[in-house]
């Protein structure tokens, strides 16, 4: 595969997954940006990327672990809040974070992640535990589940109650998400795209969101319905099928930033 194709197709996950280390599209996309600049000067490193989509995020590891990239001005949804959340984030070790969000919500191998992060085997499981450890200990809340398929509901409203979590209901459609949020505003949503009378998460999402500012993670099939690059793109978003412990590596990732929200 050409060093082009490669970044075609990994670049909307590149972004996802900056986007949710920095907790900023706006600071994330620097790093991305900063990455394929060093990629398109350096002939060794577009070859590695070309075969690897494992060099792709190793490369961003570099960036990111430097600091030093120039971020563009001004401000896309950020004020307090942003600033907030990175200083939150400072309490978190960055290799952790990594290291968590390589393993569950990029899916690459323990083996992968170690190459990334320049880390052994063990290293890496004693990072991930440490990372769910650091941001993990938010407090309970009220979760909105939106998901056409009953096993797939039953299985995220099992998930958020084992993680303590109380699940304010369940909707299959647009209207029915709307109805039930409107009764009892959820502090968290779950939300897939393409519901069961043909409406479409993403609509319902945005007129939940015309009630108040709340965290959202979708959780689709359909990633590029949402990874297009041509608006402000969802930080939490989680594929079909899904493994249990994305979704709850997630889940704590949204908490986590919304929670700064109470110091604005």
Known sequence: MSVSDQIAIQLPYLRRYARALTGSQQSGDAYVRATLEAALADRALRDAIAN???ALYEAFTRIWSTGHVEEPA???GGGTHEQAAQERLAAVAPTHRQALLLTTVEEFTRDETATILGLDLQEVDVLVAQAIAEIEGESATSVLIIEDEPLISMQLEGL???????????????????????RNPAGLVL???QLADGSSG?????DLLKFGEVPV?????????LLTGERPEPTYLVTKPFQETTVRATISQALFFNSTRAQD
């Open 52 to 54: 690897s989509r494992a």
């Open 202 to 206: 993403i609509d319902a999402v945005e």
């Open 74 to 76: 001004g401000d896309i």
């Open 191 to 193: 939300a897939d795209i």
């Open 217 to 225: 993670i979708f959780i689709t099939a359909y990633p590029e319905r």
């Open 160 to 182: 958020v109650t084992d993680l303590g979590h109380t699940v304010v209901g369940t909707a299959a459609t647009h209207k029915q998400a709307l109805e039930i949020f409107e």
